[in-house]
């Protein structure tokens, strides 16, 4: 189980997994399950191609690195590191700005399991050492495997023990990692960030990515050789596009494939959700990979108001789907009240086979992530601190978080994923759910908001256990008391549903 997110919710999977098992695609003529308040009724769309063009498809043959542990890479002398900025999305009109009606008002029992081990992980000093400036946002991103963690911040990243001891010769630039391409490469001399970690548990490797931007646009992607990260990696510098900005990129792993999400900005203008896959079989065995690119643009199948970023669905847990099963990506409409779902199948023997199909529109608890926040674009500098900080903190209310988990329990199949919402009056909160059925009839089995007391809760990152127990993970703060941290709270999967009653924990 894996809790990541743009914000400083770091090492939380593991903690949050033992602590808490410790204490305890359709189309219109599919059936409609039968409504209730927090399972409402399915609104299904007909099941068609939403692409207009044909995938464009590519191939790349890797670079095969020494062992990463002995790579030096002296930082150039440039100025301050900085994330290539991120860019804004389309905003979202106000719909009715009504209390939130499946918002938790309680904690639940003191219950929740205090963690079994915490570490410092990168920071500011990290950089320092290796004489790169601020980059802000860090852009957190970490995973556990069976030996490591591999932690990746916007300029730099490192690998720990389970125990949080550094291995020798980390942290190093980010860029470290691709030094062994031609030189003038762009993923070899650029460090742009918005890295991604993701540990592939069916293979027992080790999956990294950040962009190289811009024109053209880059996603570099490594993928180790063995088990141990700090070994040797296969390099797979892969240009998504010329025109489009591959910007907030999420990475999923799936038995057929790696799964990228992007919020894709066209040279030209304008938004568009796009999608990517990438050759795993190929990528696992060193060998030429090839990719299926989607990018939307004037996708007049995806609602106007749901043009915002989606997420690739990430396989938890050893069982994996049914086999030929496509990859699940969910996106958020606030207007409609919904979350509309999309299957991503990928043909590797006829690329231009491979499709990009909306499933369904699944009618949720009205939400709303529309904001009072002190810059106009209704995610950046809403959050307040404790004085004398003056400063407020993104909210990103206006996207899914990070990651979508999808299990396979033979019994059903779930997908949970989160958002940030306003609770009642520029009040955030958490707002998770849990998906089944996503490849036959899929319904809304539970969902709820967790705002159990004034404290604002967002940026939050969901997933469950083996025995369907939930974990949430989420940043934390108020005006007065609270500076910003870390919290997680949970159920067992026996508990009632739409409700977290394990209590809350502090990181």
């Known amino acids: 189980m894996k809790l990541a997110t743009p914000s400083c919710v770091l090492a939380l999977a593991a903690a949050i997994a033992v602590a808490l098992v410790g204490a305890a695609g ?23 191609v939403v692409n207009q063009a044909p995938p464009v498809v590519s191939r790349v043959s890797p670079t095969r690195t020494p062992p990463l542990r002995d790579i030096i890479v002296v930082p150039d002398s440039t100025p301050p590191f900085l994330e290539y900025s991120e860019r804004e999305g389309p905003t979202q009109a106000a719909g009715p700005q009504a ?86 490469a762009p993923c070899r001399e650029r460090n742009d960030g918005d890295p991604l970690v ?55 792993m799936w038995p057929d494939a790696y799964y990228f999400s992007f919020a894709g900005f066209p040279d030209a203008g304008g938004f568009t959700p796009a999608a990517y896959a990438v050759e795993r079989a190929q990528m696992l065995a060193c060998g030429t990979a090839q990719t299926v690119y989607f990018d939307n643009t004037n996708n007049a199948a995806i609602s106007a108001s749901a043009q ?16 030929g099963e496509p990859n699940p990506f969910v996106m958020h ?5 919904q979350l509309e779902l999309y299957e991503f199948h990928v043909d590797w023997v006829t690329l231009t086979n491979s499709t990009f199909t909306k499933v369904a529109d699944l009618a949720v608890a009205p939400f709303d992530t529309v904001f009072t926040c002190n810059v106009p674009t209704q995610t950046r500098q809403c959050i307040p601190q404790p004085a004398p900080e003056t400063n407020r903190l993104d909210v990103l209310a206006t ?18 994923v989160n958002q940030t919402v306003d609770a009642d009056t520029d009040h955030a909160g958490v707002r998770w759910y849990e ?36 974990a949430v993970g989420y940043s934390i703060s108020n005006m007065t008391n609270i500076f910003p941290s870390i919290r997680y709270a949970g159920r067992l999967a026996t508990d009632p549903v739409s409700v977290l009653t394990q209590g809350e924990a502090t990181l």
């Open 99 to 184: 209390p939130d009606p499946a918002v938790q008002r309680t904690p639940g029992a003191p219950d929740m399991p205090a963690p079994l081990l915490t570490f410092d992980g990168l920071g500011q000093i990290s950089r320092s050492s290796l004489g790169i400036g601020g980059g802000l946002p860090p852009d957190v991103e970490g995973d556990v495997g069976p030996s490591h963690y591999v932690e990746w911040i916007n300029g730099v990243f490192s690998v720990f023990s389970k125990t949080g001891a550094t291995a020798a010769g980390f942290p190093k630039v980010g860029k470290a990692l691709f030094s062994s391409l031609t030189p003038g």
């Open 399 to 416: 996207r899914l978080m990070y990651e979508l988990n999808y299990r396979n329990f033979t019994t059903h199949q779930a997908l949970v």
């Open 333 to 337: 409409d606030d207007v409609q009240d």
């Open 26 to 48: 359709a189309s219109s003529a599919r059936p409609a399950r039968p409504a209730s308040s927090l399972a409402p009724t399915l609104e299904f769309a007909p099941q068609f």
């Open 198 to 252: 993701q540990y592939d548990q069916l293979a027992d490797r080790w999956v990294v990515s950040q962009f190289a931007v811009p024109d053209p646009y880059y996603q570099c992607v490594a993928v180790s050789t063995t088990p141990d990260p700090t070994g040797s990696w296969c390099l797979y510098p892969f240009q998504v596009s010329s025109t489009v900005f591959n910007d907030y990129g999420k990475l999923a």
């Open 435 to 470: 998906l089944r059925n996503p490849h036959g009839v899929p319904f809304v089995h539970q969902q709820s908001t967790y705002a159990p007391d004034a404290n604002h809760r967002w940026m939050g990152s969901v997933a469950m256990d083996r025995k369907g127990n939930l």
């Open 308 to 323: 915002n970023r989606m997420l690739p669905a990430d396989l938890d847990g050893p069982t994996v789907p049914p086999v």
